[in-house]
């Protein structure tokens, strides 16, 4: 098997990119780390998410992966130059969508939610100033949707609480976009979008950064010459640092679920 690449997320979230990645590279192999042990990190100080995310990621390393994905916006919003420096692998992150987001016609709100750490890191604010007009995007810190969703929620109803205590501000206002900032939240966009359409003046989009992050990673690829061979089709492995019990069956119900 040629080396695969790993993904890595502090728990089930970044299943959202990684099933992009392999629906675009089929020919791909890859190893996907989740931290469930000690999701959720969007709870904890800058300090903590950079030591447990190299920890994660030397981990993966270590196991001969070609290339690694941060399929975590917090991640990626705390410590993506410490690990560019640590690692010489080539290291493809994830993003709010904020730029497609922007480019909405309209004059309603865009609603970016993420974790409360993503939504106050300088990286993230940095993005958000080169916006052409920074104050028509939100920023909605979410605490407890990630332990939510590691739990396994997958009906729609099981968010109109945590939805309600986050956006009740936003109640019959004209919202044109939801920015899904956080890799887990593409696990309740079903629930967002009834969520929306229920309680905002629409229509409202919403966006998220898997795509355009597999898209990424293909183009890494190719630029290092390090594509896999378009024969035979790759392999994925699932690993955790949880319970491999209660994870595994829901890393492979989510990497198979369409949408
Ligand atoms: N999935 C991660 C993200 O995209 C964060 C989850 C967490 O708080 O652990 O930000």
Known sequence: MHDPVGVFDSGIGGISVLREAARLLPHESFLYYGDNANAPYGVRSADEITALTLAALRFLVSLGVKALVIACNTAT??????????????VISTEPAITPAAKLPGSGKILMLATPATVRLDRYLSLLSRMPDPKRIVNVPCPGFVERIEQGAADADAFDDILDRCLSPWH??????IVL??????????AIIRYANAHFVGPTAVFDGCKATALQLERVLHAHGILAPAEGE????FLTSGDASRFDPLFHKLFTQKE
């Open 77 to 90: 919003a705390t410590c993506i130059d410490t690990i560019r420096n640590e690692f010489p692998l080539p």
């Open 172 to 177: 019959n206002k004209k919202i044109d976009g």
């Open 181 to 190: 900032g956080c890799t887990h939240f593409v696990f309740m966009k079903n």
């Open 234 to 237: 790759g392999r994925t492995v």
